[in-house]
């Protein structure tokens, strides 16, 4: 089955990446209503949009500095 990987609009490389891998890339919001395997986020925004107010069973990615290939990485640890 294909990861579901919510991605932070600003990340259109990550985006690209993880789509090109078979990931089914949704928008972070949407995270909160779906059941996902990762969320990415740029780093530049600690709150976004209060993610850290919903319970996401599923690792938090910090894409700061990351090129999308160490971000997939970790998504597959």
């Known amino acids: 089955m ?5 991605v932070e609009d600003n990340l259109a490389s990550v985006k690209n990446f993880l789509a090109e891998k078979g990931c089914r890339v949704i928008d972070v919001q949407a995270a909160k209503n779906n059941k996902v395997d990762a969320v990415v986020l740029s780093g530049s925004d600690e709150n976004l ?3 850290q107010d919903v319970l996401i069973n599923a690792p938090i990615i ?3 500095g990351r090129t999308p290939q ?3 990485d970790n998504i597959e640890r």
């Open 70 to 72: 160490e971000v997939w």
């Open 2 to 6: 294909n990861k579901v990987i919510a």
């Open 49 to 51: 949009m209060g993610m």
């Open 62 to 64: 910090n894409a700061k």
